[in-house]
Nanobody, 122 residues
Framework: QVQLVESGGGLVQAGGSLSLACVAS????????MGWYRQAPAPGEQRELV?????????MYGKFVKGRFTISRDSAASTVYMQMSSLKPEDTGVYYC??????????????WGQGTQVTVSS
């Protein structure tokens, strides 16, 4: 597994933009997929896919994204970025970085960051 450290996030008004970054350290060999999941603050909410990017650059986004977010990756630096725009109050939640190694799948890998809070005010 790798260690993942997120940065960015914070408080923004609806319609605003935020950027997130996640850096992987430790055993970074064969990081096949990196990306972001989020968990809304309401009790019982499950962690859901926001955006992930494969080592070849192919991407997958959650259905709610609808062109508002862009994920990118610097493989040499083992870093993934996400630019979020047109943010809505329902985008509020904790955003977690995730990495998958060894065997490809679009499902979450075993490595998780601690999470970074994103709050969108109305």
């Amino acid at each position: 597994q790798v260690q993942l450290v997120e940065s960015g996030g914070g408080l923004v008004q609806a319609g605003g933009s935020l950027s997130l970054a996640c850096v992987a350290s430790g055993n970074r060999s064969r990081i096949l997929v990196m990306g972001w999941y989020r968990q809304a603050p309401a009790p019982g909410e499950q962690r859901e896919l926001v955006a992930v990017i494969k080592h070849d650059g192919s991407t997958m986004y959650g259905k709610f994204v609808k062109g508002r977010f862009t994920i990118s990756r610097d493989s040499a630096a083992s870093t993934v970025y996400m630019q979020m725009s047109s943010l809505k109050p329902e985008d509020t939640g904790v955003y977690y970085c995730n990495a998958r190694q060894l065997r490809f799948s679009w499902t979450p890998g075993a490595s998780w960051g601690q999470g970074t809070q994103v709050t969108v005010s109305s």
